[in-house]
């Protein structure tokens, strides 16, 4: 089956046999099917080895993502699933896609991506909240909530939440609020505001995959180094645009010159470690001049990678299906995915990863893993996804709904109540796991340095002007 047929996935007809029994072997194993792979062991192509890759609870210890878990004061949580084995498995397709246009200069990327935003930033375990403050669960009548109140718009909404005044600490008067209120009624409230919420429960696991490809269209020609458009801000996104950096593509960051990245105005090193060696385009998207520059933009673009919601583009008359069907290859990454009535709920890492079943639920109480935990894997999964759908020659929409990604993750081990937080043990200098091969250091969150600085805003955004027209 050719990679031009009407219906086949991009790597349909592709031989990528994936060894090993492990979780990352078996996480792997499922994007690569889900993108068309042969996976099968008999299979003739050149194998994606991962026999040697460590047990989930060794490589979740060594990712730095199990030492931000749990409470600020208590020993190190285990995570429900294999999110570490997840990203190490996501990391290996990835890498044997790329094959020797990968950055063999570059640091080696490893598990400890997960982390690597708390590192710099200087975070520590803060169980129950997340390790960046923004995000809490709250217990309910008859379970769990979860709500991050990361932009000042959602503090200024805790009031229409609760339905009273609020002269404390917000989070005081959302935790006896959610006291008398069930799961599913303060989840539905919250998202009738636009606050970004999750229903949290013990026994998620995946229904769906943790992403899927629309019907091919158009045509385009294939590129060894194709214009990667990235409109999205904050995590997953410029982590996807940075790992397709690394695979050869020119990627082009694009920002509202009014309303920039957000990530500009945190750890400058953090920003750099996403988007060094990306051209900084700056677009004022309340003018007709500006729309027309990005339509511009996005009709060039072999693929595009955006983090909105549907609606937003389409409020500035631009229609992502248009432009899959003239060709392109077209990422969308969301909270809870392009279609029915989720389509339009906000959110952020930590509150997807909650209601995607990464969270712990204990005899003492609800705690997040590690940090923002959804965005580092859907970062990583969108960027393997959409590698896999330039080596075809047609437009594809990816949907790639960060809530998928998280229970996809979760779906590789068992429930939470089965996990034994006694073989988590203090030691001289930190602490040691039990696993099914030994003992384990927890590692504390490390990162990898910044191959650059990244450009200022709208650097290139004249050049890249000239280069549309030449």
């Not at 004061?73 to 429900?80: L, S, V």
């Not at 006896?176 to 970004?196: F, I, K, M, N």
Request: hydrophobic share 40%; charged share 20%; with cysteine.
């Amino acid at each position: 089956m050719s990679s031009t047929d009407a219906t086949s996935p991009p790597l349909a007809g592709w031989a990528m046999p994936v060894l090993g029994a492990g979780p990352a072997a078996a996480y792997a194993r499922n994007l690569a099917a889900i993108c068309g792979a042969d996976v099968s062991t008999d299979a003739n192509g050149r194998p994606l080895d991962l026999s040697d890759a460590p047990d989930a609870l060794a490589d979740w210890a060594a990712s730095g993502a199990m030492w931000l878990s749990g409470h600020a004061r208590a020993a190190p949580m285990i995570a429900p699933g294999a999110p570490a084995s997840a990203m190490t498995g996501a990391l290996a397709m990835f890498e044997h896609l790329a094959g020797s246009r990968s950055f063999h200069d570059s640091p080696p990327l490893s598990s400890q991506l997960l982390s690597e935003r708390a590192a710099l930033m200087g975070w520590q375990r803060n169980g129950p909240a997340s390790v960046g403050g923004a995000f809490a669960p709250y217990r309910t009548i008859d379970g769990w909530f979860g709500l991050s109140l990361a932009r000042p718009d959602d503090l200024d909404l805790v009031p229409a939440l609760t339905g009273e005044s609020v002269h404390t600490d917000p989070v005081d008067a959302v935790r006896r609020w959610a006291s008398e209120t069930t799961t599913s009624q303060a989840t539905d409230r919250a998202v009738l505001l636009g606050l970004p919420a999750a229903t949290i429960s013990p026994r998620r696991q995946a229904s769906r995959p943790p992403f899927c490809f629309g019907r091919p269209f158009g045509g385009r020609t294939r590129s060894d180094r194709p214009v990667v458009l990235e409109l999205g801000s904050l995590w997953a996104a410029p982590l996807c645009g940075s790992m397709l950096q690394r695979a050869g593509a020119r990627v082009v960051k694009v920002e509202s010159h009014r309303r920039p990245d957000g990530t500009r105005y945190g750890s400058p090193r953090f920003f750099d470690l996403l988007n060094a060696g990306k051209a900084s385009v700056s677009v004022d998207l309340t003018t007709a001049t500006g729309i027309v520059f990005l339509r511009e933009l996005l009709t060039r673009a072999d693929a595009v990678i955006e983090a909105s919601r549907p609606r937003a583009l389409r409020q500035l008359g631009l229609d992502a299906e248009s432009f899959v069907a003239s060709g392109t290859v077209w990422t969308s990454i969301t909270a809870h995915g392009r279609s029915g009535d989720k389509a339009q709920r906000v959110g952020f890492g930590d509150d997807v990863a909650a209601e995607g079943g990464l969270i712990r639920i204990s005899d003492r109480g609800c705690f997040p893993c590690g940090d923002a935990i959804a965005d580092p894997l859907t970062g990583v999964v969108a960027a393997t996804a959409t590698l896999a759908a330039l080596r075809s020659d047609r437009g594809r929409m990816l949907d790639i709904p960060m809530v998928d990604v998280a229970a996809s993750t979760v779906a590789l081990g068992g429930p939470n109540e089965a996990i034994d937080d006694n073989r988590v043990v203090r030691v001289a200098h930190g602490w040691i796991v039990e696993t099914r091969s030994g003992t384990a250091r927890v590692l504390p969150p490390t990162t990898r340095a910044p191959a650059g600085s990244a450009p200022d805003l709208g650097r290139d955004t004249e050049p890249v002007r000239r280069w549309l027209v030449s």
